[in-house]
């Protein structure tokens, strides 16, 4: 069965710090990977998506960025955190060319000070 | 621009009756939608989806409808039971690597 890690869970950072957040998928091959971002009583906001390695798209402007360094890994980063960065942070993976259900992970919950 | 919409911040249902939860889309072109429910600091989880070839499916307790001329898809859950309170999300299909996410409605059952 697939599983997917996520972390760390939490994670308190001063503004202007950086960050990295980590992602991998267990049990599949090829999977198409995501970053959503969910502000405080807010839907789901699509940061980044990955249809493979060294291939990832960007929806929103912002200063953070995303990097793929292995099929099942996906890395959301930072080199200088804003307030406004402050958010619920969730990685999920789809089949390729399957079912269009994604899948999520636990999430982390980043509180820039 | 919000292509999908649940108008619902939250619905409070009564334990064992039926919960109805509502989304509307604004683009036709939108052919699968997805519903997922996610508790407190936990991903959202799937729950069920419906293709437009289709205006019902059931999974269990959950049944969505989709009404494709109104660009209206409801989920029901019949009973409703004290698991059942989180927020729910509906989602359509953008691409085959996007979807649109509604803003979720909270559901909340009392006992």
């Known amino acids: 069965s697939q599983t997917i890690h996520q972390w760390p869970a939490t994670l308190v950072q001063p503004v202007g710090s950086p960050l990295s957040l980590e992602c991998t998928v267990e049990?599949?091959?090829?999977?198409?990977l995501y970053w959503y971002r969910q502000a405080a009583g807010r839907g789901l906001q699509l940061l980044f998506y990955s249809i493979g390695i060294d291939q990832i798209s960007s929806e929103v402007p912002q200063n953070l960025s995303a990097s793929r360094p292995q099929d099942r890994q996906f890395i959301l980063s930072s080199k200088k955190l804003l307030l406004s960065d402050s958010g619920f942070y969730l990685c999920?993976?789809?089949?390729?060319?399957?079912?269009?259900?994604?899948?999520f992970g636990p999430g982390t919950r980043l509180t820039v000070t | 621009d919000q292509q999908v919409k649940q108008n619902s911040p939250s619905l409070s249902v009564q334990e064992g009756r039926i919960s109805i939860l509502n989304c509307d889309y604004t683009?036709?072109?939108?052919?699968?939608f997805l519903w997922y429910k996610k508790y407190p600091a936990e991903g959202p989880t799937f729950l069920i989806s419906i293709s437009s070839i289709k205006d019902k499916n059931e999974d269990g307790r959950f049944t969505v409808f989709l009404n494709k001329s109104a660009k209206h898809l409801s989920l029901h859950i019949v009973p409703s039971q004290p698991g059942d309170s989180a927020v729910y999300f509906c989602a359509a299909v953008h691409s085959n690597y996007q979807l649109i996410w509604g803003a979720g409605t909270k559901l909340i059952i009392k006992p």
């Open positions: 049990g599949t091959s090829n999977p198409n």
């Open positions: 683009n036709s072109m939108f052919d699968y």
């Open positions: 999920a993976w789809s089949r390729r060319g399957g079912s269009y259900e994604q899948y």
